[in-house]
């Protein structure tokens, strides 16, 4: 088992980047991951892979997995 996840949010433009979180996401990419450093890595490749509207943005957080 990875101790952590790439989560990559994409958010309306509307919302600070600090407040985007899986809460009011329009949109969300997981990604387990062995290392925390990885998060930085495989965030902007999981990004490639949405699709983003007009006034939207993407944000890449690291979080460690429960359990």
Request: a negative charge; one cysteine or more; charged letters at 15%.
């Amino acid at each position: 088992m990875t101790g952590f996840l790439a989560v990559v949010l994409v958010c309306a433009a509307g919302i600070a980047g600090s407040d985007c979180s899986r809460d009011n996401a329009l949109d969300m990419l997981v990604q387990p991951v062995a290392q925390v450093t990885e998060c930085a890595q495989v965030g902007p490749v999981l990004a490639t892979h949405l699709s983003l509207g007009p006034g939207e943005f993407y944000k890449v957080a690291c979080e460690r997995r429960k359990g």
